[in-house]
């Protein structure tokens, strides 16, 4: 059984697996963080938790992109959730 802390971990390192190669705009993190299974508000509070304590920058309106600190987490996390884009890029590869 997942708790709310399990959730909330998950999230977090679905949405700095979006931005750790990459910078996005709002709409398409957005739109890819719900196809992993992100909740919307559980979305919009994990961003505005990362943006307020350094681990995603904005460096204009609407685009984000992780911070070295952010890809430090990411690989501190217990499980790093791959999303299907990294899945996906991987297989591409092989």
């Not at 190669?21 to 719900?34: C, F, G, H, I």
């Not at 499980?79 to 890029?89: E, G």
């Amino acid at each position: 059984m997942r708790t709310a802390f399990d959730e909330t971990l998950r999230a977090i390192s679905i949405i700095l697996s979006l931005l750790n190669s990459e910078s996005r705009r709002w709409t398409a993190l957005y739109m890819e963080a719900m196809a992993e299974g992100v909740s919307p508000s559980a979305f919009r509070n994990i961003l505005r938790w990362l943006l307020r304590h350094g681990y995603v920058e904005r460096p204009k309106r609407g685009v984000y992109r992780a911070t070295e600190r952010g890809r430090k987490l990411l690989e501190a996390l217990p499980w790093r959730k791959r999303c299907r884009q990294t899945r996906l890029d991987e297989y591409i590869e092989s």
